[in-house]
């Protein structure tokens, strides 16, 4: 079955790596260019920066491969593939979604959005970048989870593997996330979390009292997810280099840091999802 799973990779990554994507001709053309764009500076493109409420773009996330394009990246975070995926089933939705609402879901939990980018402009540009990537791959649909086949095994085990970590966590993985994260992290992110012009933001307020990152819901919020992105991301240039309990303990201490609540969900709700109280972790002196 590995050797089945490991084949489909290699296979996917052969068909796009081995041809070189040309943009379509005409009107489908300027749409796939302007979802590109959309992606590149989601808050700032005249488009879609109506439909964000923070200073992040999806491209911090979905970041660029060998080729200098959004999302063709080799880590979790793809788009290679994903569009074979969809329509796919989603535990967070109990239902079957399409690419659009996947991408809705990103635009309103992860960007702080608060309206509705399906069959908009918007969505149908950063849908039609997405599918692009996809161009000549087989459909895949999956009733397991809405994301790229490329990861989704990767994806699944490194989650299950840092939840069962993040059960056993204390004050100290809190603190010695802080002396990590100002070691590693805050040359880019800065010390307060605000990031700059070049590195996103990763918690925090800007100056008028605008939240500047991800929501308490979004994916990168929910701390396996975060440790399973972070340790296959980062640091930049050197990812792939944190051990697990690295992983845990930068994830926590970002994590645990004031963040915009989503549709009444709170940063303390991910920490009770796998039984922690973020209390405890954030401030007692003393082992929980």
């Known amino acids: ?7 489909s990779i290699l296979c996917i990554t052969t068909i796009y790596s081995q041809d070189k994507l040309l943009y379509p001709k005409g009107k489908l053309g300027e749409t796939v260019k302007l979802g ?15 439909y964000v409420n923070s200073k992040l773009q999806c491209v911090n996330c979905h970041r660029k491969g060998k080729d200098n394009r959004v999302g063709t990246t080799d880590k979790i975070g793809t788009f290679i593939g994903t569009a074979t995926a969809f329509p796919a089933y989603s535990s967070r939705y109990k239902d079957i ?9 990103c635009f309103s939990r992860c960007l702080g959005g608060t309206k509705s980018i399906v069959n908009t402009k918007v969505g149908i540009a950063v849908e039609s970048y997405i599918t692009w990537l996809s161009t000549g791959m087989d459909i895949n649909m999956s009733n397991k989870a809405p994301r790229t086949p490329l990861k989704i095994t990767m994806w699944s085990k490194n989650r299950k593997k840092f939840k069962l970590l993040f059960k056993k966590v204390t004050h100290k993985n809190y603190l010695n996330g802080k002396k ?12 307060d979390g605000k990031g700059d012009k070049n590195f996103p933001p990763l918690w925090g307020k800007d100056k008028n009292g605008k ?18 992105w972070i340790q296959d991301n980062m640091p930049l240039g050197n ?18 840091q004031k963040r915009a609540n989503y549709n009444g969900f709170k940063v303390e709700d991910n920490f009770k999802q796998i039984g922690l109280k973020l209390k405890q972790i954030k401030d007692n002196k003393d082992d929980i």
């Open 180 to 191: 990590l994260y100002n070691t590693k992290c805050a040359s880019c992110h800065g010390i």
């Open 36 to 50: 590109e764009d959309i992606l590149l500076h989601t808050d700032t493109n005249s488009l879609s920066k109506n």
């Open 211 to 228: 939240w500047l990152s991800y929501t308490a819901d979004g994916s990168m919020a929910k701390l396996p997810n975060g440790a399973t």
């Open 97 to 105: 979604i399409s690419l659009q609402n996947r991408i809705d879901g």
């Open 239 to 256: 990812p792939r280099t944190l051990t697990d309990k690295e992983s845990v303990d930068i994830t926590l201490y970002i994590n645990a």
């Open 1 to 7: 079955m590995k050797k089945i799973i490991l084949l």
